[in-house]
C-alpha cells in the first residue's frame, strides 16, 4: 500500500514568510509524528497526535511553529515568521499505534533566505 | 525525559569486515529500541527493531542485542557491503509516546 507522503518536497521561501507543510499518513495509523533534521544532524522531535487526544507539543522548538491533524488523518505543520535557522528537513511518520513502528515520509527540504 | 547517546559517530570499514554500533539511554522504563538507516537524501528505514523483553534478535547479516541492566543497546552487522554504506540512528520509545533518536553514525564501507 501507499506509504507516507508529503508536500511539498522542497520550499524555498525568504525570511519572515509563513509556511504550511503538509503529511498523509499510511491509512489506518492512529499516531502521526514530526521531526526535524537538520543537515547531518539527527532526528529532533517536534509534536506527536494520537487518535482524538490533544497533541504532544512538547518538542515545538517556539510558538511560530504550530500543528494541526483534520479528521485523524492529514497534518498540516505551520511555521510562522521564518528564521534561516528554520532551514532543515523536516519529516513526518506515521505508526499504527502508539509503541508501535513508525514509517516515515521523504520529508520536505525547507530553505529560509 | 529519555536522552539516547550514540557512537561511534563515524565508522570506516572495509568490504566483508564486521561493524558495531553502540547506543545507550537513559529512562529505564524504555522499551523499544529501533534501528533506522538513512540513505543521502532519503528517508529513514527501518532495518531492525527490539523490544525489552528479549536480548537478541537477528536478520540475516543484521543484528541487535539489548542490555537492559546496563541501558545499551546494539546494531552488529558482518559481512558489510558497500550497499550498507549510510547514516544509522538508534531510538528508544518511553512513556508510551514519542521515540528520541540519538545522533547517528555515519557507516563508509570501502571496497
Known amino acids: 500500500g501507499a506509504g507516507v507522503s508529503q508536500s511539498p518536497s522542497n520550499k524555498v521561501t525568504e525570511k519572515g514568510k509563513d509556511v504550511e507543510l503538509r503529511c498523509d499518513p499510511i491509512s489506518g495509523h492512529t499516531a502521526l509524528y514530526w521531526y526535524r533534521q537538520s543537515l547531518g544532524q539527527g532526528l529532533e522531535f517536534l509534536i506527536y497526535?494520537?487518535?482524538?487526544?490533544?497533541?504532544?507539543k512538547s518538542g515545538l522548538p517556539s510558538d511560530r511553529f504550530s500543528a494541526e491533524r483534520t479528521g485523524g488523518s492529514v497534518s498540516t505543520l505551520t511555521i510562522q515568521r521564518t528564521q534561516q535557522e528554520d532551514s532543515a528537513v523536516y519529516l513526518c511518520?506515521?505508526?499504527?499505534?502508539?509503541?508501535?513502528?513508525?514509517?516515515f515520509g521523504p520529508g520536505t527540504r525547507l530553505l529560509v533566505l | 525525559g529519555e536522552n539516547v547517546e550514540q557512537h561511534p559517530s563515524t565508522l570506516s570499514v572495509q568490504e566483508g569486515d564486521s561493524a558495531v554500533i553502540k547506543c545507550t539511554y537513559s529512562d529505564s522504563a524504555s522499551n523499544y529500541f529501533p534501528w533506522y538507516k538513512q540513505e543521502l537524501g532519503k528517508r529513514p528505514q527501518l532495518i531492525i527493531d527490539i523490544r525489552s523483553n528479549v536480548g537478541e534478535k537477528k536478520d540475516q547479516r543484521i543484528a541487535v542485542t539489548l542490555n537492559k541492566t546496563a541501558k545499551h543497546f546494539s546494531l552488529h552487522i558482518t559481512e558489510t557491503q558497500p550497499e550498507d554504506s549510510a547514516v544509522y540512528f538508534c531510538?528508544?520509545?518511553?512513556?508510551?509516546?514519542?521515540?528520541?533518536f540519538g545522533k547517528g553514525t555515519m557507516l563508509l564501507v570501502s571496497p
Open positions: 497526535f494520537q487518535g482524538n487526544s490533544a497533541p504532544d
Open positions: 531510538a528508544a520509545l518511553s512513556g508510551y509516546s514519542t521515540l528520541t
Open positions: 511518520a506515521s505508526s499504527l499505534g502508539v509503541g508501535e513502528t513508525q514509517y
